[in-house]
């Protein structure tokens, strides 16, 4: 601690040059972190047995319904506790702008599988009990101004009725809310066995089944057992955890991975040149000063510390404001809830404030060795000389 | 010596001596090429995906979709409705034949090279038809597939990027092996995306029964459009509607590419702010070095006007060099470079190549001397205040 009035001198030597490195290097890491958000989201292996529901789709495609009967084959496998489906409606309300989910399932079995969506006893009841019942969730009512009773129209795309008619009505009997995932309150449930009558085609098909286990321990062997008991069917399955399903299209938008890393090492490689640069500078405008420390009995080691400290200082300092940025833009600025449309659920992993220490010492080094190294060498009598 | 030509001397000798301060010079140009670099990519990605999905579609043919759908995957026709849209007035016959084509548009999944994951290819089921309505669809390896079989032609682009889509090879399809008997290409749109198999067979394989997507018919001419509309809406028994083909996939590209055009600007805007504090930083020291040369132009007659105009002109040429070179590195890495992406609202694999376009070079260049103009901006005034005495002091 006693040599920080020398490295505090040297920092504040010159405050905008100070101030500006610190500022290219927190832009450095606020896209660092808002990249890696992004790539880890894509790029991060699914752990089987973080979740405890099981999606099953059809190994063909995700668009490829399962016959009906799967659902209580599905049932009887042991370990599984609750079996539920869902079907995608597509379907506009009003304006194609007002776009929200509309999923077609088993009221019953539907809110026992997501027990996290809290719905009362009554509008439960009621969803079960009418054909044409639909259920939203909280945000999206408000959304739309919709009470419990309003008759709402839902034009069909992919599903017309059996006469030809493509406009569905349903009543709206209960309003579920998320409060952990606000993202799950933008979604519309319709009366699958309603739904299923009324449809032009399709009958007696699902979309894909959620199951739910005992114990998610066995994810992993029941999962098998899934695909292993409709193989060679016309209808063979692939079963993986929710998370590993909504993955599915996050992965799929291409070589992302690739991308946001050619962006990063681009934008490393260039702050690494400019604090590199920067440090350089301000050791050999320092020459002479360098030299009467080493005079005076200063150890070159010392020298050495003292000038890689303040560029570890510089790095450091850089990463924790780039890094909150990132934090405060995800978090207070709403970048998270915007992503969720086109990316999925991204969420800020810890790790990343890891990797980024690691990441703003590695850069502190590799910037700040040459100079220090040409301190350290520096002799007495040259140094004086230039002078 | 003229205001003019005071700023051409200073700046001659600022470029002059760039060399010697290579290093600091070297700073604002790589910061400036890095930025540059980025934003011409991600600017380069988008507008490959976007005119691969625009070029798809011609002024002279129409689609035809379910009421409410507009995308071919929610799309579905019957076999039926298109045998009455064949009686509709403005359809170009060929051979006696109207020109109208029932296709079928679904997904398989298959793994695309070096991955694990399957991805979402699109699967055509396709008539004879629409081999005649697409003169642009040409054989380039192998054969067509024969009517009735399991045979199948892959398109160049799904070629490229799906394991196993060689010629010769088999793909599993619910129990039954389809063989790929050759590769295609379209000049380049979105079917080269895609895998063509015989409509029927697709029919069966996928359970569609007598049914199909879309249907794709060939305009007679300028007017044929309205004609066929008015057909359609006509007849009671369909509930279809009619799209201009072009007017179709140009709606669809917009919505795929805008995401990636904002994500470009935002990214390059960031790395743009980075760059400026860079620039700042080189030009505050590059004045700081050379207060005793400016001290000296300034005693000696010059003003501190066209010291100023020729230290921000030294900025904006540093950060010229730098947008050029970070537009280079660009298009040597990306131009021509081919991926493949989930396409909005066909949820399938669309792949393109990045074109690094002229205009996205001029955007990259104004961008880089917006950050050499603001880099220079403040240095430049700092110096050109500097009290002469006080700068030949210094020495």
Known sequence: MKYWTIVYAGLTRKKWRTILTISSIAIAFLLFGLLRSVAVAFTEEIDLAGDDRLVVMSKLSFIEPLPFSYWQRLKSIEGVKQVAHREWFGGTYQDRSNFFPKWPVPPKEYFEVYSNLIISEKEKNDFINTRTGMVVGKRLAERFNWKLGDKIPIMGDIYPKKDGEMLWTFDLVG???????????????????????????????????????????????????????????????????????????????????????????????????????????????????????????????????????????????????????????????????????????????????????LLALITAVVSGLPPALFAMRLKVVDALRRN | MSWFNQIIAVTNMNLRTVLERSGSSLVVVIGIAGSVAVMVSLLAMAQGLNSTIASTGDDSRALILREG???????????????????????????????????????????????????????RGVQGMSFTIRPEFEIIEGVNFQPGTGQVIVGKGAADQYQGLEVGNEIDIRNSKWKVVGIFSTEGDVHESEVWADLTYTQGAFRRGASASVAIVKLEDDQSLDKLGIFVENDPRLKLKVERESDFYNNQSSGASSVINAFGYTVAVIMAIGALFAALNTMYSAVSTRLVEIGTLRA?????????????????????????????????????????????????QTSFAFAVTADIVRQGLILALVVGTFGGILPAWKASRQDITEALRAI
């Open chain 1, 175 to 357: 309003i579920f809310s998320n409060p952990d995932n606000l993202n799950d309150e933008d979604q519309a449930f319709l009366n699958y066995y309603y739904f299923d009558e009324a449809r032009a085609f399709g009958e007696g098909t699902i979309g894909n089944f959620v199951v739910q286990v005992d114990d998610k321990g066995n994810n992993e062997r029941i999962a098998k057992e899934i695909d292993t008991m409709f193989a060679n069917s016309s209808d063979e399955t692939k079963t993986g955890t929710e998370a590993s399903f909504s993955k599915m299209f996050a992965s799929q938008i291409g070589d992302v991975g690739f991308i946001m890393n050619s962006i990063l090492s681009a934008v490393f490689f260039t702050i690494l040149l400019v604090t590199g640069n920067t440090m350089s500078q301000a050791i050999r405008e320092r020459t002479s000063e360098l030299a009467v420390f080493k005079t005076i009995g200063y150890l070159d080691s010392t020298i050495l510390l003292l000038v890689l400290a303040e560029s570890v200082i510089l790095c450091l300092l850089g990463a924790i404001i780039g890094i909150g940025l990132a934090l405060f833009l995800f978090f207070g600025g709403g970048l998270q809830d915007s992503l969720y449309g086109f990316f999925g659920d991204i969420v800020f992993k810890p790790s990343i404030v890891g990797s980024a220490a």
């Open chain 2, 69 to 123: 759908s507009d995308s071919e995957l929610s799309s579905g026709i019957s076999m039926q409705d298109i045998n009455i849209i064949e009686n509709s007035p403005g359809i170009m016959k060929f051979d006696e034949e109207p020109m109208v084509a029932a296709e079928i548009f679904t997904i398989i999944d298959l793994k695309k090279k070096g991955t694990e994951e399957t991805s979402n290819l699109p699967l």
């Open chain 2, 300 to 348: 000696i007659g010059f003003q501190g006007s066209s010291v100023l105009f020729a230290l921000m002109l030294e900025s904006m040429i540093l950060a010229l060099f730098g947008g050029l070179l970070g537009s280079g590195i660009a298009y040597l890495m990306f131009n021509g470079y081919t991926v493949s992406t989930l396409a909005g609202g066909s949820f399938s």
